[in-house]
């Protein structure tokens, strides 16, 4: 089941693959051309009744697919405004090889569409592209088509039809069958109409794989406030200083709005003089122990989501306080670095997104394996028995909930050089912020090795942490 968002999400991943979506058209239209054979003997009338967009351009490549019957292709609108480079080359495959066409420019013109005498109609008016209400002429070709005596084959969705909701906000084409892709989609089911799922050869590896899809639709909101893009607390530091500033340069590049950083008072002026961007805290002592627990609960209270572990070391009093923290609060926190262990013994009412490595992994209980494949599926048992998400680092990253299994292929061997978890740990934490668990680690493992691939590029060997930090607005920039 796949909502429209997650469709165009795992299409441009296939794009990405070496799939482009012109070849995925043609085995949509190949599919609503099978479909339509069912209602039809050779030589009876087809019209497809299509719209400017890729709902449009699936039924002019199934009218090539259909030369043994009599089609019609007519276009809701002119010919120049058809909305994409893929439906505009399958339009004009049309014209040269003489299939019938005609266009319908204006409202009145629709009445001009005759539906009698025909033996099945395709309606690719509007797919996944629909928003609101059907606007002219659509509207009313959706009245005509609904009520001819015809059988009416869908294509993807009933134009006017939200798949996600099932719902219309005006009217909607009422269909005897629905051809949709790759997966089914929410709002079908509510319908009265048999549905068909085609299989149109996206690798399930578009799926599987985090993809530059995965970056779609999370533009940061034009006009928005500070604080809009996420407000973070980094626990750190203590043994290291480095650890905690990383993280918290990495939630500021990953586009959060704020960062602070609790640290020991001892190390805070050195984190400080990393960068002005934070906003440090300094915590009583020379470590973070269970005595500054209510100062961190405190802090935490306000914020959006904490990044827990960078630094902290794995003295037994610090691991006390990261229990204790754990213990009681109950937002969302990425558990990095020492702070891992404590994560079994808990019991937390806070969301976690656990960032291991392989080692750290075995050292929460976890399982180890040298198949990849394997290991996913011993991560997938893991995190479902936690409850929690996991991202396991490794040469290619594994990212579970307990339901749904990721793998991220990005990053090179560089990036085992120190520091490039803090970052990992700084950006899921400013993802965690605004999006759900698991999109946050598949996103930040994503765009965290991409950096890191960025940044090999340019230095090769030489790679340190805080080249990461500079590609990562690029990083997170896609070209869909
Ligand atoms: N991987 C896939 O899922 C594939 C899907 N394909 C097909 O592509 C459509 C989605 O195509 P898209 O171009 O994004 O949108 P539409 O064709 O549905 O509509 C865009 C078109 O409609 C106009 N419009 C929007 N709202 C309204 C309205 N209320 N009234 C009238 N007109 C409206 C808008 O202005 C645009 O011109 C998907 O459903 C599949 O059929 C491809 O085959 C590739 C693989
Ligand atoms: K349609």
Known sequence: MLTADRMAA????????????????????????????????????????????????????????????????ALLGHPDRIGTDIA?????????????????????????????????????????????ALREPAATAARGITAADTPVVAVDVPSGVDADTGRAAGNAVAADHVVTFHDTKPGLDALDAEVTVADIGIPAAAERFVGPG??????????????????????????????????????????????????????????????????????????????????????????DAVVCGPGLGDSESTRSAVAAFLDAYDGRVVVDADALSVVPDVDTDATLVCTPHQGELVGMGGPSADDREQLADQVSDFAAELGHTVLVKGTHDIISDGETTRINRTGNPGMTVGGTGDVLAGVVGALLATEAPRAAASVGAYVTGHAGDLAADAVGDSLVATDLLDRLPEALTTDE
């Not at 009445?111 to 109609?121: A, E, F, N, T």
């Not at 533009?219 to 918290?248: F, M």
């Open 10 to 73: 795992v299409d441009a991943n296939a794009a990405a693959l070496g799939v482009p979506r012109k070849q995925l058209m043609e085995s949509s239209g190949n599919a609503v051309a099978r479909v339509v054979r069912q209602y039809v003997d050779p030589g009876d009338r087809v019209i497809l009744v299509c719209g400017r967009g890729n709902n449009g351009g699936d039924a002019f490549v199934a009218a090539r697919f259909l030369s043994d019957y009599d089609v019609q292709v």
């Open 88 to 132: 505009r080359e399958n339009w004009a495959a049309l014209q040269a090889a003489e299939i019938p066409t005609t266009t319908i420019t204006d409202s009145t013109a629709i009445g001009d569409l005759d539906l009698s005498g025909v033996d099945c109609i395709v309606d690719a008016m509007l797919g996944t592209g629909v928003t609101g």
């Open 214 to 303: 995965d970056l779609l639709g999370r533009d940061r909101v034009a006009e928005s406030h500070k604080g809009d893009n996420g407000e973070l607390l980094v626990i750190g530091g203590g043994p290291y200083t480095g650890a905690p500033a990383l993280a918290g340069q990495a939630v500021l590049r990953a586009g959060a709005d704020l960062v602070n950083v609790a640290c020991p008072e001892s190390v805070a002026p050195q984190v400080q003089g990393y960068s002005e961007n934070l906003i440090v805290h300094p915590l009583a002592g020379e470590e973070v122990t269970p005595s500054v627990v209510d100062d961190l609960l405190a802090r935490a209270a306000g914020v």
